[in-house]
């Protein structure tokens, strides 16, 4: 497992963008597949975007697509999701989760998981 810490939520206004950050322990991270969830208040944890492991391919959930960018930096263990044009839908908890050597869109598939991030956006 790796530890991870989130940050870069708030509070920001519908139509503008934000970008998550979320570090990572260890010395092999270009080893784990990362990926962001999020759990809108009341509702289950959902997937919203994945990298793989090794320069694997990307991919996303479809109510993001097009507006959120997943990349990271493996020289400092580092994940980003860059989410523009947001929706008050957006609004939720944003979590960034690793698993070593899979590629999976299935939360249940990671076992590395960050404290949270709360990203509001208003109408």
């Known amino acids: 497992q790796v530890q991870l810490v989130e940050s870069g939520g708030g509070l920001v206004q519908a139509g503008t963008s934000l970008t998550l950050s979320c570090i990572a322990s260890g010395r092999i991270f270009n080893s784990y597949t990362m990926a962001w969830f999020r759990q809108p208040p009341g509702k289950e944890r959902e997937f919203v975007a994945v990298?793989?492991?090794?320069?694997?391919?990307?991919s996303y959930a479809d109510s993001v697509k097009g507006r959120f960018t997943i990349s990271r930096d493996n020289a400092k263990n580092t994940v980003f999701l860059q989410m523009n044009s947001l929706k008050p839908e957006d609004t939720a908890v944003y979590y960034c989760a690793a698993t070593f050597g899979l590629y999976s869109t299935n939360r249940n598939e990671y076992n590395s998981w960050g404290q949270g991030t709360q990203v509001t956006v208003s109408s």
């Open positions: 990298d793989g492991w090794r320069g694997g391919s990307s």
